[in-house]
T-cell receptor, first 117, second 114 residues
């Protein structure tokens, strides 16, 4: 049982380059999320998805795009990377609204450390 | 809007001493509350969660937290710290009305000394 898998684990980009971060979950979760973690700022929500084919903006969406073509995958794209996007990116998934409350909570991936130079 | 405030970005305790990490929440509806732990270079792992079943919640690794509505608090405690508890701890708040989105605090780094 892999849970949530993120690829790649590390990446260095030059300013202006593009890349896609992949998140895959095998728990049949409806909801998936992308967060970024920066020192002293905790985790901030970038985008999220409540189901296949749907996405929505979070707290800090600018400079990022996402797609959820398959239920198990959630992709985060950077079209033109900037140094301000240097961060650790975490993907998470969860059960949907309306399920048993004791199931609430996220399962996290192990993160992608991105450096933009 | 919901939010959490973690008091103290760094906490240092001696091995064997009480661990107390503070979290206060703000929510206009009954909240769900969570504590997550992050070890160096790893993702976040769920320690415990409050979903209105019981106000005192026991989690993994000997941690527990008590939901106090009157104080809008959900502080994390452990009676006796171990060296292996050194990590960063995040409090988070959510509820069913927001697509299960969680709002995280800024984290508290716990240091355990000999």
């Amino acid at each position: 049982n892999a849970g949530v898998t993120q690829t790649p684990k590390f990446r260095v980009l030059k300013t202006g380059q593009s890349m896609t971060l992949l998140c895959a979950q095998d728990m049949n979760h409806e909801y998936m999320y992308w967060y970024r973690q920066d020192p002293g700022m905790g985790l901030r929500l970038i985008h999220y998805s409540v189901g296949e084919g749907t996405t929505a903006k979070g707290e800090v969406p600018d400079g990022y795009n996402v797609s959820r073509l398959k239920k198990q995958n959630f992709l985060l794209g950077l079209e033109s990377a900037a140094p301000s996007q240097t961060s650790v990116y975490f993907c998470a998934s969860s059960y949907s609204y309306g399920t048993e409350p004791t199931n609430y909570g996220y399962t996290f991936g192990s993160g992608t450390r991105l450096t933009v130079v | 809007a919901q939010s959490v405030t973690q008091l103290g970005s760094h906490v240092s305790v001696s091995e064997g001493a009480l661990v107390l990490l503070r979290c206060n929440y703000s929510s206009s509806v009954p909240p769900y509350l969570f504590w997550y732990v992050q070890y160096p270079n790893q993702g976040l792992q769920l320690l415990l969660k409050y979903t209105s079943a019981a106000t005192l919640v026991k989690g993994i690794n000997g941690f527990e937290a008590e939901f106090k509505k009157s104080e809008t608090s959900f502080h994390l405690t452990k009676p006796s710290a171990h060296m292996s508890d050194a990590a960063e701890y995040f409090c988070a708040v959510g509820h069913t009305g927001t697509a299960s989105k969680l709002t995280f605090g800024t984290g508290t780094r716990l240091q355990v000394t000999l």
